[in-house]
């Protein structure tokens, strides 16, 4: 005994030859144009600074993979069931994992920057182990060498 399940075709949107990203795919296309142009009158023109021209025209067809990169990388169809976890809809089987990692992630984080601040405040304290406030001043000696003479001259300086 067997079943006939009726499943009907996604439809899917038709954006044409070029794609989603029409404006990075003719941009792309253009640098390729205008660096092949510029690089063939490096070629074949006859110029004295032809090299210069070679080297131009390479390297906007290379600057030209970037907007590649970007009409490539618009055009990639994901399925709206790996969309999920990205717009905040949660999957009910994994609430309960997800909740106990993020927790365990929290605390992770919270005791390694209240171990940075304790690192700090103890560098702080005094010899007595009490807390100085922050607006007091050091005195530091300084020793400075006046030139004509060859003296050393003790300065206090306050920070």
Do not use: Q
């Not at 003719?26 to 144009?33: L, M, Q, R, Y």
């Not at 994901?78 to 992630?105: A, Y």
């Not at 171990?115 to 020793?143: D, L, Q, W, Y």
């Not at 060859?150 to 300065?155: L, T």
């Amino acid at each position: 005994m067997s079943t006939f399940v009726r499943v009907e075709p996604v439809a899917e949107r038709s954006y044409g030859a070029v794609g989603r990203c029409k404006c990075s795919f003719w941009f792309a296309v253009a640098h390729d144009i205008l660096g092949v142009l510029i690089m063939m009158v490096g070629v074949f023109g006859g110029l004295v600074v032809h090299d210069l021209f070679i080297y131009v025209g390479a390297i906007i067809i290379f600057l030209s993979l970037i907007w590649w990169v970007f009409w490539y990388s618009g055009n990639i169809d994901v399925p709206p069931e790996e969309l999920e976890d990205d717009v905040g809809l949660i999957k009910p089987k994994n609430r309960g994992l997800g909740r106990v990692m993020r927790r365990v992630s929290e605390r992770l984080s919270t005791g390694i920057r209240n171990s940075f601040r304790r690192k700090s405040r103890s560098v702080g304290e005094g010899t007595s182990g009490g807390h100085r406030p922050s607006n007091a001043a050091t005195e530091v000696s300084m020793r400075t060498t006046a030139s004509s003479s060859k003296v050393y001259v003790r300065e206090a300086l306050s920070v």
